[in-house]
Every structure is written in C-alpha cells, then in structure tokens.
T-cell receptor
Framework: GESVGLHLPTLSVQEGDNSIINCAYS??????FIWYKQESGKGPQFIIDIRSNMDKRQGQRVTVLLNKTVKHLSLQIAATQPGDSAVYFCAENIYGGFKTIFGAGTRLFVKA | EAGVAQSPRYKIIEKRQSVAFWCNPISGHATLYWYQQILGQGPKLLIQFQNNGVVDDSQLPKDRFSAERLKGVDSTLKIQPAKLEDSAVYLC??????????FGPGTRLTVT
C-alpha cells in the first residue's frame, strides 16, 4: 500500500555537526517529494523539495538526496543549530501531485 | 503576505458534542487542505478542495465529519458528534497548485 516511513523516530546531534534524516517511501509512482519542519505548537513549514527526475537538490544549509532505486529520501542539514530542533517530515506526492502523504516524522534534538 | 489563519487555536469538548473549525487560506490559493495530526504522528489528509470543489475526501469519516468551502475561499470543518479518538491537532493548509503547502498554526482539539 501507500506509505511513507522514517527509519529513526529521534535523532540527537551536537551543535555544529551535520544531521542526516532518512525516509523510505513505497509508491514508485510518486513524482514529487517535500521535506517539512514542524516546531512545537506550529504547523509544518516547507524546507525543500525534489522531483523524481532529480537525485540531489541543495538549499541553504540543506540538501535532499533521492534514490529511486531503493525508494529512499534523505535530508542533510549542515552545521546543525539549536534552531533546527524540530520534527521533520518527508511527504510524498502521488497521482500527479494531487495527493500528499506524510511520514510519521523524526524528532531532531540539537545539543549545545 | 498574511499566512493561513485558523480559529480557534484550542478547543475542549465532551464526547458526543459538536465542534467547528475555521480556516482562511492565503489569498489567491486555489487549493485548501484539512489534515488531522494525532500526537506523535504525521498529518493525515482529511479533505482537499480545489476552489470550492472536493478533490479528495477518501479519508474523511463522513458519518461524523463534514467540510465545506463556500465561494472557494474560507473553509469550515465540523465534527458531529465527537469521539475521544478525535482528539488531535487539525491543520489547514493552502497552495497555489500542487506542491508546496502553507500551513496554519492548527487547532488543538481535546475530547473528554
């Protein structure tokens, strides 16, 4: 069935280190993926997206990698800061983008 | 640019009571979404509107949940009657088209 899951429910990193958050998806028809960040008491906020015809996309301090062969997505955060502490969700768009399925999320803790 | 507005922010009701949530999307956004986010989980799509038409309501419990988007702008989500398992954060989001969604702060519902 359709599912988007995450390998690790929590991730703890030292301030200044790089963070890698992983996500597995199951629908090979998905053509668009988005990473969202959700801070406590707020709605999810867009971080970066990637289309299925790409395998890498970079933003400011963030990089998303897509491996369609193994249906795996990752979010890399460089020089992690305390403000990066939040829950991160990968989301999968299917049916031409008209349906979005969110994974369960990974909580990132940044230690000072 | 104003973001997605939701009200109320918090609501506590007893089971079998009714409740309604309101959402005002970003101006010009044709697509509006309602999500249910249970604690510790990712958002689950309840219903998606394109202007004032329903695109997807496959996961909306139609025996108790209803939603409308009159005039293709504001939207309301209603639960009648509420059950204990409806306790969650209800998120509204909007987008110009498929892709990046802009979320409101959510309404935290507690059913006792």
């Amino acid at each position: 069935g359709e599912s988007v899951g995450l390998h690790l429910p929590t991730l703890s990193v030292q301030e200044g280190d790089n963070s890698i958050i992983n996500c597995a998806y199951s629908n090979s028809a998905s053509d668009y993926f988005i990473w969202y960040k959700q801070e406590s008491g707020k709605g999810p906020q867009f971080i970066i997206d990637i289309r299925s015809n790409m395998d890498k996309r970079q933003g400011q301090r963030v990089t998303v990698l897509l491996n369609k062969t193994v249906k795996h997505l990752s979010l890399q955060i460089a020089a992690t800061q305390p403000g990066d502490s939040a829950v991160y969700f990968c989301a999968e768009n299917i049916y031409g983008g008209f349906k979005t399925i969110f994974g369960a999320g990974t909580r990132l803790f940044v230690k000072a | 640019e104003a973001g997605v507005a939701q009200s109320p922010r918090y609501k506590i009701i007893e089971k079998r009571q009714s409740v309604a949530f309101w959402c005002n999307p970003i101006s010009g956004h044709a697509t509006l979404y309602w999500y249910q986010q249970i604690l510790g989980q990712g958002p689950k799509l309840l219903i998606q509107f394109q202007n004032n038409g329903v695109v997807d309501d496959s996961q909306l419990p139609k025996d108790r949940f209803s939603a409308e988007r009159l005039k293709g702008v504001d939207s309301t989500l209603k639960i009648q009657p509420a059950k204990l398992e409806d306790s969650a954060v209800y998120l509204c989001a909007s987008s110009l088209a498929v892709g990046e969604q802009y979320f409101g702060p959510g309404t935290r519902l507690t059913v006792t």
